[in-house]
Every structure is written in C-alpha cells, then in structure tokens.
C-alpha cells in the first residue's frame, strides 16, 4: 500500500494532471478536501448525534471506519435517501449524489480512505435548534411522552391533538418538530373536526392508537401536512395558505423506526398564521383507485402489476407540492401531465418507492397545469419473492386496505387556482422575503387564454424598478391598445386586467417592454 501511495504522488507530481494518460490515474482524494465536503452537506442532516441516522458520520474517524460500507450505499444510491429521480424533475429539499461525487468516495475509499491535511477540513455546518420559521402562533404539543420499546420493531402511531381553536384559522405555515429525532422516520398530518380521533385514542392501551396506513379514518382534511428527516418547514407565499377548522384536532401519525433501547417521544406542531388575507387556499387534488383506469385495485400473488389512474383539470391550476402513498408492495410510481396541445409536463419519478421515506415533494416554484390537461399517475407493485418487503411469505392476493398486508394507490397533489406570475413564486423559510425566486424580468402567460370577451389579467415581473410600457396589438402588429399607464414599476410582480370585451375576435400579442427588456405573449379572443 506503501508503496502504491507514493508511486501515486509521483504520477501526481509529474503530470500536474493535464496529459490524457495522468487524466486516468486516480486522482489522489483525501477526506479533508474532497470527501468531508461531500458527507457534510449531504449526511450530517441525519447522520450526527441525536438524530435519525444510526450512527453519526461528523469527523475523519466516524466515516474511515464506515468506509467500506458508506461507498456500497452511495453506489447503489441508497443514501443519501432521496427517492425522487433528479433526471426526471427537482424538488425543494433535493439531497442526491452526482455520479462523479459517488466517483470520488468510491476511489477514494479503494485509494484506502487517506485523511490528508486536517487543515484543510471545512467546519460542520451549524444546525439550529428550534423552530426553522421563528416564533410560532400556536404550539399544539403531543399531551403526553409516547413510550417506543426497544423490541427492533416499527410502529405507526397516530395522536390526537386538540387545537382549542375558537374560530377558523387561515394558516401560512406547519412545522412538526421531532421530540427524539432518533426514532422519529417521519410523520403525516390531517385534521378532523369529529370525535372519531379521540374515540380510537380511548379504544386502545396506551397514548395514541396503532394504524399503519393512514388514520384509520377519512378525516376532514387527510392530506394536512408531512414531514421527513431532512425537509424544511417553508411558509406558503403571501395570499396562499391553509384552513385549519375551528374545534379542529390535528391527527398526527408518526413512524417510529426501529430501535434496540426503549426510548420515548414528544413531539410538537407549530402553527403560523397568515399575517396577509389568504386570497388562494391550497388544496388537495388526489388521485386514487376510483381514476385508476385498469383496475380493479387487486395485486394478484407472485405478480408485478402498474395500475394507470388519470384526472383531467378544468380549470388552470398551480401545483404547490405532490405526494404519492402505497404501502410495503410498492416498487415505483411516475406522474405526469398532457397538455391539451400534446406537450408533457414531468411531475416526479420514484424507481424505487421505499414506505420509509415517504412526504411531500416541493416544487421550485409552483408548477403551472394548464386547463384541459389531465395529470396521470402510474404505481408499480411488487407481489412476487423478489420484494424483500413483502408482508407475505408465501405472497398472497393483496387489495385495498390500511393495514400493512393491504395496498393504497392515493396521490395527494396540493393546488391552487393559476394565477399568472405563479411561475416564479416559491415555498420560503422566511415571510415576506425570498417569495420569488432570482428576480427576473418577466411577462408571464396572459390567463384566461383564449378568452371568451371578459377581462383578462397580464402578469409580469420586474427584475428592478423600471419604466414599463404595455400594450395589445392585433395580428397585423396595429397597436389597439395600450394596457397600462407608462409609468415606472417597482422591482417585483405585477398585474394589470384588460377588458377584451369589445375587441373583434381573433389573435393578439400582449407587449411588455421595459429600457432592456421586451417580451410578447399570444392572446386569443374567441366568440
Ligand atoms: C434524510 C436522512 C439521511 C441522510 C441525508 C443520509 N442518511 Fe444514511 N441513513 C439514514 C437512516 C434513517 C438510516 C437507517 C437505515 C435505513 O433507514 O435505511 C441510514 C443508514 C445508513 C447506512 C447504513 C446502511 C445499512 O443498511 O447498514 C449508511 C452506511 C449510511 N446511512 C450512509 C449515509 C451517507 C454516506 C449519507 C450521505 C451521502 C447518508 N447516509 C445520508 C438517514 C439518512
């Protein structure tokens, strides 16, 4: 090894590596300045004290001595855990390896795991502790520590958690925040303004109740909010937001993984409320087995069937985040949407569902479906030997259910109604700040396009403040129009409505343009 070492510097050395022949020796990688980079951006979320991972990977000694098996995940793309492929669509949160990363550790683990110089090893990176949004409105705490016993075993475990909400609540952000990180895989939440909750609460021994896949009943609203390890809390930008119902109870399930030491948690939801009227709520749109278009919902034994469901919008919508469910049998999922004009939209793309690593996927900025397209979703089941996560030994016929030997097909999308300008608008960690992302100069889509003669509403953005001169021309590029008063904008979003009623039918262009920017959008007027 000794001697492999220095016949590496030498090549290092005399090649200053530009040649093709010293481009293909191994280059020589230590974890200071190479691979400690890589593991603290990217492992110590979840791997270091305290939290999720099982052991922490924080300094040299942790991660030389996992070496061997830290390339083998990394390899096969295991961890770090991120189950949305990067090639198909991004997400908020995105935590993947680039091939050449996954390159670096593997040769650097073969190349024997060289420390080199401590020096040059960047610091770990700060983790706050407490709320990731500031200071909540309501804090909803579990009301009692839940007992998790070491036995090596999962459990789902759904608590009740009453509001005491007097009135209803327009809500611009939910936090869970994990009470013992080192056990809480992640947790899903709903509210519900029966008594059912609490009724199940009673039935069983013990604080809270045991149901794998859901809450054991059809809350007011199912699909409230999630969380994983690794994902930020984000406000909804300003005039969006949620509902929470007056009396209402929070339903929230969590997934404690297994564990060898009985240890126990109590977790909270912060709740902060819209300090601006909410003008859009964000709901659910789900996709479930009554779209699915070659069912029924049944996996027949020693089989691998995709079931194909499809929803078609008629209105503009804006998706703000999506989030498919199936249970042990799950093996992929793919979700799309067809324009009218043909054209695909990429939703997300799982190739391996794992149920552990299951929440919400952010978009970057909120995702435009534009009328008439229908959002298809495809889930792919494994019921044969092959699944190490069968329930059944022997596989057995599994259908539709909420218990752990039973299946879901349920794909939660969270919209709005379009707005133009929602192209640019983003889930944030602070309020009013950061709500459009990089600042560009814009005129966005004019929406409702065609239209049928009422008013129409121009979007744009400025990237600064600046003069801005709009105008409708017809097909010919006559002027008929001029949209707004040339005046100077201030740096941000805009809009202007235009009457159309009393224009001829026919195509137009709306014009935005500024001293360095001009841009042309279509408009149809229809009969
Ligand atoms: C989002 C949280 C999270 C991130 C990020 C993460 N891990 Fe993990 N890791 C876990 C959890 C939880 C486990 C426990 C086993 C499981 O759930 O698969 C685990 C298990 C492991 C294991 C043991 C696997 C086994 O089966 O023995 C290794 C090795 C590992 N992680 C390495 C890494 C490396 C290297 C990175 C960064 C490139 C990383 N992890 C990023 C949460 C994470």
Not at 396 to 411: H, I
Not at 507 to 523: I, R
Request: proline share 10%; charged share 15%; hydrophobic share 35%.
């Amino acid at each position: 090894m000794k001697q492999f070492f220095s016949w590496l510097l030498l090549v290092a050395g005399l090649c200053g590596g530009s040649t093709p022949l010293c481009a293909q020796a191994p280059q020589a990688l230590t974890y200071s300045e190479h691979i400690a980079p890589i593991v603290y951006t990217h492992c110590t979320p979840c791997h270091r004290r305290g939290e999720v991972g099982p052991f922490p990977l924080t300094n040299y000694q942790e991660v030389a001595s996992k070496a061997q098996t830290i390339k083998f995940v990394t390899g096969i793309r295991y961890m770090p855990p991120w189950k949305a492929d990067p090639k198909y669509s991004h997400f908020l949160d995105e935590n993947t390896l680039t091939d050449s990363q996954i390159q670096q550790i593997k040769d650097w683990v073969d190349n024997g795991a060289p420390r080199g110089n401590p020096n040059q090893e960047p610091p770990l990176p700060a983790y706050p502790a407490g709320s990731q949004l500031g200071t909540p409105d309501l804090v909803v705490p579990m009301a009692q520590a839940y007992t998790h016993q070491g036995n090596l075993k999962d459990i789902y475990r759904v608590f009740v958690l009453p509001t005491h909400l007097q009135q209803d609540q327009d809500i611009a952000a939910v936090e869970f925040r994990p009470g013992n990180k080192r056990i809480t895989h992640h947790a899903l939440l709903g509210q519900d303004t029966t008594q059912r909750g609490p009724q199940r609460d009673v039935a069983q021994e013990g604080y809270g109740y045991t149901n794998f896949g859901g809450y054991g009943f059809s809350p007011t609203e199912e699909n409230w909010g999630s969380w994983v390890p690794g994902a930020q809390a984000r406000y909804y930008p300003s005039g969006l937001g949620k509902k929470l119902y007056k009396g209402a109870n929070i339903l929230l399930q969590v997934h404690y993984g297994p564990t060898p030491l009985t240890q126990s948690d109590s977790s909270v939801v912060n709740i902060f409320f819209a300090r601006q009227p909410v003008r859009r709520y964000v709901q659910t749109i789900p996709l479930s087995p009554i779209q699915i278009t070659n069912g029924p919902f049944v996996i027949p034994a020693n089989m691998v069937r995709t079931f194909h469901a499809e929803f078609q919008v008629p209105t503009d919508v804006s998706l703000v985040s999506v989030l498919p469910h199936a249970h042990l049998l799950g093996k992929s999922w793919k979700i799309w949407a067809v324009k009218p004009t043909g054209d695909t939209i990429r939703i997300l793309k799982i190739n391996s569902w794992n149920f552990n690593w299951q929440g919400a996927y952010r978009f970057p900025t909120l995702l435009r479906i534009p009328a008439g397209s229908r959002i298809m979703a495809e889930g792919t089941y494994d019921n044969t030997t092959n699944n190490p996560r069968n329930p059944f030994s022997p596989p057995q016929t599994v259908t539709w259910g909420e218990e752990t030997t039973a299946e879901m097909f349920v794909v939660y999308l969270d919209a709005v109604p379009y707005r133009p300008g929602d192209e640019s608008l983003v889930l944030s960690a602070q309020t009013e700040k950061e709500l459009f992302q990089r600042p560009q100069t814009k005129l966005y889509p004019v929406y409702p396009n065609p239209t049928g003669g009422g008013s129409v509403t121009v979007g744009f953005a400025l990237a600064h403040s600046a003069p801005v001169k709009l105008t409708l021309t017809d097909a010919r590029g006559r002027v008929v129009r001029q949209l707004a008063p040339s005046r100077t904008f201030a740096s941000g979003p805009h809009e202007v409505k235009v009457a159309t009623e009393h224009l001829p039918t026919g195509l137009y262009f709306v014009k935005l343009e500024t001293p360095d920017f001009s841009q042309t959008q279509k408009l149809v007027v229809g009969p």
